[in-house]
């Protein structure tokens, strides 16, 4: 299968240096490959939170006959190696963007589903018993120029304009008493909606909960062919096929280019870098002045995010690059860790235990897709999450679980997220198109 970046970045035989698989307890060996033909109603391809989330409610709520294929291990992904910011999110658009071009109510429908899907997360929590160590109460955006706070004036004022939400502004002093201190942050922009997760337990909670309620998981089983075969859709693999009436595509940013001829140039995966101390004592925690478990990132265009993890690691992250060979790998995690000790000096010598990165997927749009294919009925996507999916990646799950059982209402899928994917123009230039981005956003985060 063709993919846009360096091969390395999707070899499924290679182990992921994260903090979160480290730490994740016992893999989901249960999930065994595909070893022969099967039948059944609804394929997933993807054993990410979408396809892990709409296995499940397609067993226990539809009673479906449901089979999901993953290409790796499950959680091996981007969902077993994201920041774990459950939280608001999943577009790229700005307010007045997000107005122009849905309207108000379209603007409120959209932020609905948000808020939703960080329920969600809570719900499944609790309803499935899965011990994600959630912790914190919202999030907070930190500004990383002076000029910023007026931005931030501004988007808390559309906020309870809007959508009713109180979001509290925070100066210099505030960020102090919340144990947020940085000679780097101007002042921030709390918002009481959220909270940070362990990634690599939610997405082996979830394929659990889903096999539990009925569904068939088949791990490191890789779709190679996808086809219309006697009124029915037939999924080619290493080990058998696999023939089903419906089948939903939730591959998000690890998208072969060749899977479907829909989805070709319609995406275009990006680079997102990580790492995770060793754990702070309590004298350096205070030395730095950070103490919130709270989740945070700046007000870069380019940002960086980090939390401080229940077990006192520091997790921090941005996007960048375009080599994913691991010798980029390599250089992009020197890049990350001197954005970290600048941003926050007191622990300029401390040690750095883990590093990994991972692909996050973005549309033209700039916002998520969920739906089915015009010419192909009974074909369906949901993918495109920019980098924010934990929360709302679990809500599409859900969503197309009950669009593909005919529950269009229950799905509630907002008018914003159900147009057709757009196709990139020139698609062989998306990478220029992205490095073009990032020198314009970097020249940005100066002023």
């Known amino acids: 299968m063709r993919h846009l970046y360096h091969r390395d970045a999707f070899d499924m035989a290679r182990p992921v240096p994260s903090y979160w698989e480290a730490t994740a307890g016992r893999a989901v060996d249960e999930a065994a490959p595909l070893a022969a033909d099967t039948r059944c109603d609804v394929a997933v391809i993807g054993g990410g939170y979408t396809g892990l989330s709409a296995a499940l409610h397609l067993a226990r709520d539809a009673s479906a006959d449901t089979v999901l294929l993953e290409a ?55 309803s499935e018993e899965i011990d994600f160590d959630g912790v914190g109460n919202g999030e907070t955006t930190l ?45 921030g922009l709390h918002l009481p909606i959220g909270f940070g997760l362990h990634p690599g337990k939610y997405v082996r909670g979830l394929a659990r909960a889903a096999m539990r309620r009925g569904a ?25 096929k696999v023939s089903a009436e419906r089948v939903l595509i939730a591959t998000n940013g690890y998208t072969p280019e060749d899977l479907f001829p829909g989805l070709g140039g319609r995406l275009l995966p ?21 103490t919130t478990r709270e989740m945070a990132f700046d007000s ?12 006192r690691r520091f997790l921090f992250g941005a996007r960048g690059g ?42 033209r749009d700039r916002v998520p897709h969920l739906g089915e294919f015009a010419d192909s009925p009974g074909l369906f996507h949901a993918l495109a999450y920019h980098g924010n999916g934990v929360a709302m990646a679990s809500w599409a799950g859900r969503a197309m679980a009950q669009l593909m059982t005919g529950n269009r209402a229950a799905a509630g899928i907002p008018a914003a997220l159900s147009r057709p994917l ?26």
């Open 72 to 126: 790796g291990r499950i959680g091996w992904g981007a969902s077993g190696r994201n920041g774990g910011f459950c939280c608001l999110g999943s577009h790229k658009l700005s307010n007045g963007e997000l107005m122009a071009r849905y309207g108000r109510e379209g603007a409120i429908e959209y932020f609905q589903a948000q808020r939703e899907a960080v329920e969600l997360v809570r719900e499944l929590g609790v």
């Open 300 to 311: 870069r265009y380019l940002l960086h995010y980090f939390r401080l993890l229940p077990d």
């Open 143 to 187: 500004a990383h120029l002076p000029s910023r706070m007026a931005e931030l004036r501004e988007e808390a004022a559309f906020l309870k304009d809007t959508y009713g939400v109180a979001a509290a502004l925070l100066g210099p002093s505030d960020l102090v008493v919340r144990g947020m201190a940085s000679a780097g942050f101007h002042g």
């Open 322 to 363: 375009f080599d994913a060979s691991q010798a980029g790998e390599r250089r992009r995690s020197a890049a990350l860790e001197r954005d970290f000790r600048a941003l926050f000096p007191a622990w300029r010598d401390v040690a750095i235990d883990y590093r990994w990165s991972g692909m996050v997927c973005l549309a």
């Open 216 to 240: 068939r998981i088949a791990a490191e089983t890789p779709v190679t062919g996808l086809r219309m075969a006697d009124g029915r859709y037939e999924l080619a693999t290493p080990r058998g």
């Open 422 to 447: 757009p196709a990139f123009p020139f698609p062989p230039l998306r990478l220029a198109y992205l490095q073009a981005a990032y020198a314009w956003y970097g020249l940005k985060d100066r002023r």
């Open 270 to 290: 990006a680079l997102s870098n990580a790492m995770a101390t060793r754990p702070l004592s309590d004298s350096e925690l205070q030395a730095q002045g950070w």
